[in-house]
């Protein structure tokens, strides 16, 4: 089957250039594991952190490999008893056409929830669906008649941020995004109170313009500009979920924002950094809230998909650039 490998590590920015599409023999099939054919893949922005040889939460992607990350697709061959051929499951090894995986690993979803739209358990009712909902109660504490700022906000985390806020009582929501569509998206879809685009101008005085009242929470997708920019708007004990860092991911050069942290101190603010996977004792309750406002049509979740295993680099590039609103998938 078709499969995706690192070529060589970026520096900087990621090209075609790091990755080989190539043909590898499916692997047998051992005691306990399952033949998975891959339906759709997710990239993430935290893969071009596994791209680095640097030590982190998660070890580094290794040269040569075929790539991994979050994939829903269906056992064609079983080797366990716990799961059974057409069995729609949830694994770590995407990237490729056809994946071995012990069956510990994977996670029967049930396809009657999604209609078949297997994406939501690799969006909204997957990681980042998680992330931006532990994140926000949890990490950053949120309160009902909070005023909250999510940057990020068109993307998989961030659009949920503001939905999910908005329906647990936010006084007011604030989003930013790279674009005008992604503007009107935030507010004519979304319900945010208020949206702008960062790139019309210094995020300071958008977001001073957007929250005269001051912020409460800030969750932060991006850091850089946004984080120092939400310091001087910060109210007296604000609290900011410090998520992702998405403006520094592919840059060479020296970080020198946010020069303003002093205001964590006079303020009394709590910044909370945190990995999804601390949170995971929270997954019963997160299926239940944001399953159940799913269904109920009371959620968002849109989703850009690529179509084409061939096409996955390109999608993760274009991730990282904003060519995606909501969840970046690429359908296998
Ligand atoms: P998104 O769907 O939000 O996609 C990434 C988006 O980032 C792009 O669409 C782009 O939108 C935006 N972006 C790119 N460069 C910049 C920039 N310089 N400044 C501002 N925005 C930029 O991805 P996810 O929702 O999956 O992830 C969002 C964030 O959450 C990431 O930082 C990610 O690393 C983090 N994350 C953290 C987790 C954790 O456990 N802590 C778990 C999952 C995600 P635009 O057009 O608006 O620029």
């Not at 054919?37 to 993430?44: A, E």
């Not at 051929?85 to 009657?112: I, M, S, T």
């Not at 931006?132 to 504490?141: R, S, V």
């Not at 674009?179 to 109170?193: C, I, Q, R, T």
């Amino acid at each position: 089957g078709v499969e995706i490998r690192l070529a060589s590590r970026p520096e900087g920015w990621p090209t075609s250039e790091n990755f080989t599409i190539t043909r590898a023999a499916v692997p047998a099939v051992g005691a306990g594991q399952v033949l998975v054919r891959n339906l759709v893949m997710s990239v993430d922005p935290y893969m071009r952190g596994r791209m680095n040889d640097t030590k982190s939460y998660i070890p580094p992607f290794e040269v040569g490999t075929a790539l991994e990350g979050g994939a829903v697709g269906e056992v064609i061959a079983s080797e366990s008893p716990d799961l059974a051929v057409g069995d729609v499951v949830l694994h770590g090894l995407g990237w490729r056409e056809f994946a071995v995986v012990d069956a510990g690993n994977a996670v029967k979803v049930d396809p009657g929830l999604a209609g078949g739209a297997y994406g939501v358990f690799l969006g909204v009712l997957g990681m980042p669906g998680l992330t931006a909902y532990a994140g926000l109660l949890k990490a950053a504490d949120f309160r009902e008649g909070d005023v909250v700022f999510v940057s990020g906000a068109a993307g998989a985390v961030g659009s949920l941020v503001g939905q999910i806020a908005k329906l647990r009582g936010a006084a007011k929501v604030i989003g930013s995004a790279g674009s005008a569509e992604k503007v009107a998206h935030l507010k004519d879809d979304l319900g945010f109170d208020e949206a702008f685009n960062y790139k019309d101008g210094p995020v300071l005085e958008q977001l001073e313009k957007a929250a005269p009242e001051g912020i409460d929470v800030y969750f932060d997708n991006v850091a850089g500009e946004h984080l120092e920019a939400a310091l001087s708007v910060a109210n007296q004990g604000a609290r900011f979920a410090l998520c992702g860092a998405i403006s520094q991911y592919n840059e060479k050069n020296e970080v020198v924002a946010p020069r303003n942290l002093f205001n964590a101190i006079t303020k009394g603010m709590n910044l909370r950094g945190f990995i999804v996977a601390e949170y995971g004792d929270l997954k019963e309750q997160f299926f239940a809230e944001v399953g159940g406002w799913l269904a109920e049509g009371k959620l968002v979740a849109r989703e850009t998909v690529v179509e084409g295993l061939e096409n996955a680099p390109t999608a993760f590039i274009d991730l990282m650039r904003g060519a995606n609103t909501g969840k970046m998938l690429v359908k296998i």
